[in-house]
Nanobody, 121 residues
Framework: QVQLVEAGGGLVQAGGSLRLSCAAS????????MGWYRQAPGKARELVAI???????NYADFVKGRFTISRDNAKNTVYLQMNSLKPDDTALYYC???????????????WGQGTQVTVSS
């Protein structure tokens, strides 16, 4: 019903930058919160940043001051600008969206397939 497609991951040296994007498509009536999560090998998935439809943001302490989340509501797209990257930021980054699906009148959470970010020291 709804698809999230991420892009922008890759390999970067410590101190470098990457910009992730996630576009939602399908039977979307409205999107509430959109967010980024990450999961490193052997670790649990954790919240990185989240943004509401009104633009309010919340960040995990370990990315404050380095990452910036933004969104384009007209394009149903959320972005994550990542600066001053560290090797500890290496993980699979997932996009999440809370979507009001057309006709169903219900909210569902959807996940993207993930995009790999690798930071070398």
């Amino acid at each position: 019903q709804v698809q999230l497609v991420e892009a922008g991951g890759g390999l970067v040296q410590a101190g470098g930058s990457l910009r992730l994007s996630c576009a939602a498509s399908g039977r979307i009536f409205s999107i509430n919160a959109m967010g980024w999560y990450r999961q490193a090998p052997g670790k649990a998935r954790e919240l990185v940043a989240i943004i509401t439809s009104g633009g309010s943001t919340n960040y995990a302490d370990f990315v404050k001051g380095r990452f910036t989340i933004s969104r384009d509501n007209a394009k149903n797209t959320v972005y994550l600008q990542m600066n001053s990257l560290k090797p500890d930021d290496t993980a699979l980054y997932y996009c999440n969206a809370e979507v009001l699906v057309v006709v169903t009148e219900r909210w569902y959470h959807y996940w993207g397939q993930g995009t790999q970010v690798t930071v070398s020291s």
